[in-house]
């Protein structure tokens, strides 16, 4: 069966429980189970309408009649319960204090656990990591306020990173809603959490590839950029220094001239490896353009600038290239110094660099 919208699935349930005239959610139109619940449930209105325009008491309805309701009521009440029971998103309801009171079957398939593991254990099994028992913590607050008073709790939506049992990552969206009584009298919360794990990981690589040189597979320049302004803002609110270093290769189109542009590509690819294997966990580098790469490093004064810069300028000195047999660098350093725009951190960086090449190339300068 296909995996049903989810808040088509919440309207059907509180349609069931009020014995509302709903039209077939999304996606069941051809299962011919639910097809076969949704026509009882339509006799079964006929029927009562037609008892109510005949002004009939209770009294006098016929024994039949009812009895026949009743068995039909019992047919239709075991078929909800197999629509429940074999749906593939995870289907739970949950009290005011926070507790499982059911969980639908799903849950062992999608997740590996049992649905008494995550019913009666779901703390000790580390089931919700700790961001999100704190967003259910408060959303709980949230809910018991509301109902105390007499507001009516509308459905939220949430995406969460989850561990099965057997330690894989997956994600899961969760459409949180309250069931309510003909009365409007507030009963439990209704849970739907659907599978997405491909659908994130898709979402992902997609934010990867907008982000990333096609050829060093290092951040492009439209990310640089991004990270320069949360820098430079952070800077700027918490005067914390960051650094800046600017790279170039050194007589690249001399390289790209009498070898071809694959060395030449093999070359920045290589040298992005070595960038990679160089810079800090919280550093940040990629392709500014050309031959030319940015390194940005947060919380890094001019003196630890200088010196990550000149081990990166050794790294790519001392490593053997096949074609040429050596490589070599020009870099500029600069660091924030209360600056009124980015482009005059970058232009300091940039004039430096030209001052090492001036200097002789495979060189580090600051300014």
């Keep these: 069966m296909p995996s ?16 509302e005239s709903r039209s077939i959610p999304q996606g069941f139109a051809d299962n011919r189970d639910f097809m076969e619940l949704q026509e009882e449930l ?5 029927s009562s309408l037609a008892l109510k325009k005949a002004n009939l008491s209770v009294e006098k309805c016929d024994v039949a009649v009812l009895k026949q309701m009743e068995n039909q ?55 919700f990591l700790p ?61 739907v959490s659907r599978d997405i794990t491909e659908q994130v990981k898709l979402r992902d690589e997609i934010i990867k ?7 060093t597979q290092l951040y492009n320049r439209s990310k640089l950029d991004d990270i320069l302004e949360n820098e430079f803002r952070r800077s700027n609110r918490t005067a914390l220094p960051f650094a800046v270093i600017l790279l170039d290769v050194d007589h ?30 919280n550093d940040s580098v990629g392709r500014w353009g050309g031959e030319e790469f940015l390194f940005i490093l947060p919380d890094t004064d001019e003196a630890c600038a200088m010196r990550l810069a000149e081990k990166i300028r050794m790294r790519i000195c001392e490593f053997h290239f096949e074609k040429p047999k050596q490589v070599t660098a020009s870099l500029g350093v600069t660091v924030y110094r209360g600056d009124c725009s980015l482009e005059t951190i970058v232009t300091r960086a940039d004039v430096a660099m030209y001052a090492a090449k001036k200097a002789g190339r495979n060189q580090v300068r600051r300014i």
Excluded: C
Excluded at 42 to 46: P, V
Excluded at 209 to 215: R, W
């Design 252 to 281: 690249f189109k001399w390289v790209n001239d009498h070898f071809g542009h694959q060395v030449g590509d093999a070359i920045l690819i290589t040298l992005a490896e070595i960038f990679r294997s160089t810079i800090r966990v």
């Design 73 to 127: 009521l019992r047919v239709d009440e075991e078929k909800h319960r197999l629509l429940i029971e074999n749906a593939s998103d995870i289907i739970s309801t949950i009290d005011l204090q926070g507790n499982f009171t059911y969980i639908s079957p799903s849950m062992e398939k999608m997740t590996g656990y049992t649905v008494d593991e995550v019913m009666h254990h779901y703390l000790e099994i580390n089931y």
């Design 209 to 215: 590839i907008s982000q990333t040189d096609k050829l």
């Design 4 to 19: 049903e919208d989810a808040n088509a699935l919440i309207a059907y349930l509180k349609a069931l429980i009020h014995d």
């Design 131 to 191: 961001d999100t028992l704190k967003v259910m913590e408060k959303a709980l607050e949230i809910v018991n306020r509301m109902v105390k008073n007499g507001e009516r709790f509308d459905s939220v939506r949430y995406e969460q990173k989850q561990y099965r049992k057997d330690g894989s990552i997956f994600w899961t969206d969760t459409v949180l809603s309250g069931i309510y009584d003909e009365n409007g009298q507030f009963k439990e919360l209704l849970g």
């Design 42 to 46: 339509q006799k079964i209105r006929e």
